[in-house]
């Protein structure tokens, strides 16, 4: 059973800072493509940043430049740095194992 936890949402101003980190236990992590997706209210979940097992990444383009992916094997930990917050940056975000295991989501809001 693959679980995945996460952590470090919250309340940030625009132009903020937040990081968030997924903690993946009971599969061998370093295999497999970990991703952030997010979900406003009233939209369907999209894709933010997703990062391979070689460490190649990729980023929707709304966040290109402000969102940096990454992944820490030796913790079995991916992490989404986020700067330059918008208010549309707004949704429940959540990691991905696989392209298809979900973990419960954490909310950001960005809002003065």
């Known amino acids: 059973q693959v679980q995945l936890v996460e952590s470090g949402g919250g309340l940030v101003q625009p132009g903020g800072s937040l990081r968030l980190s997924c903690a993946v236990s009971?599969?061998?992590?370093?295999?497999?493509?970990m991703g952030w997706y997010r979900q406003a209210p009233g939209k369907q979940r999209e894709l933010v940043a997703e990062?391979?097992?070689?460490?190649?990444?990729n980023y929707t383009d709304s966040v290109k430049g402000r969102f940096t992916i990454s992944r820490d094997n030796t913790q079995n930990t991916v992490y989404l740095q986020m700067n330059s917050l918008k208010p549309e940056d707004t949704a429940v975000y959540y990691c991905?194992?696989?392209?298809?295991?979900w973990g419960q989501g954490t909310q950001v809001t960005v809002s003065s």
């Open positions: 991905n194992f696989n392209r298809g295991f």
């Open positions: 009971g599969s061998i992590f370093r295999l497999y493509t």
């Open positions: 990062i391979t097992s070689r460490f190649t990444t």
